[in-house]
DNA sequence: ATGGTTGTTGGACAA
């Protein structure tokens, strides 16, 4: 089973490149985040006619998760539970072919750091520890993938002393992403490729930080134990950043062995 | 070099 997870910045601006990756890479489930667009924007039609259904949180201009899956889906949460005041569409969870938990999320980015923005991204993700805590709790397989906003270690950047003061780098964002994992997760990459370099889901449309190869590693697929044991292949497809009009994110994936 | 780009939206904000 192919588990994807991809940043489109804009699912209606990314129309094409998605379709066309869902047809080219052929993954089983695909989270998605950034739609930035209400649930009833969301290209419906044009992703299930691809043999995928459906599950999608969204917001006006920001933000919006989705999960799409060949499998029938449950969703279980449309919010990350802890502050029922948070109003953003960051997170959605549910079972996919009744047997696998899956939640595509999106972590807040945090800049500027320090400041409002940045208590927010240490809130949440908070949360989610806590969250996740109850996930592993319960016997159910669980993938928590998306674009978490935090490159975990200074091999996941390209200048690591030109990012220290950012948020996505920071000491606090990643001492929270290594608890979140320590309570029991398997960050599905960096176990299969403990020594990559150079392996970025992200680089920015300025100042060509694409044809420099000047990205980051910020979208990831945690894995728990039962899924651990199942991972088979992990890695980057660094072809849609290439196309025209791209997302600044491309696409992780993993393959887990029939369980 | 206080720059540079993209998306939503229709000026400013988020990334």
């Not at 089973?1 to 489930?29: T, Y």
């Not at 996919?96 to 993700?125: C, I, Q």
Request: proline share 7%.
């Amino acid at each position: 089973m192919k588990i994807a997870s991809w940043n489109v910045n804009s699912v209606k601006a990314r129309l094409a490149p998605l379709l066309g990756w869902l047809d080219s890479a052929k993954p089983d489930v695909l989270l998605l985040q950034e739609l930035k667009c209400v649930e009833a924007d969301f290209p419906r039609i044009e992703v299930e006619s691809r043999g995928y259904r459906v599950a999608v949180v969204g917001q006006k201009t920001y933000n919006g998760v989705a999960i799409l899956s060949r499998l029938p889906i449950e969703v279980a949460r449309e919010r990350l539970p802890g502050d029922e005041s948070d109003p953003q569409a960051r997170w959605v969870e549910a079972m996919v072919g009744g047997r696998l938990r899956v939640a595509s999320l999106y972590l807040p980015n945090g800049n500027p750091a320090p400041g409002e923005k940045f208590d927010y991204k240490l809130a949440w993700m908070r949360r989610l520890i806590a969250h996740a805590r109850t996930l592993l709790d319960g016997d159910t397989p669980t993938l928590l993938g998306g674009d978490y906003n935090v490159c975990p270690t200074d091999a996941d950047v390209y200048d690591p002393e030109g990012w220290r003061a950012d948020a996505l780098c920071r000491p606090e964002s990643r001492a929270l992403f290594r608890e979140l994992v320590y309570l029991g997760f398997t960050e599905a990459f960096r176990a299969l490729h403990p020594d990559a370099k150079s392996a970025y889901t992200f680089w920015d449309y300025q100042a060509g930080a694409w044809p420099r190869d000047h990205g980051l590693r910020i979208d990831h697929l945690l894995l728990s134990p039962q899924l651990a044991d199942r991972l088979a292949a992990c890695d980057i497809d660094k072809d849609p950043r290439g196309l025209d009009k791209p997302s600044d994110h491309t696409p992780i994936w993993c393959e887990l062995a029939d369980g």
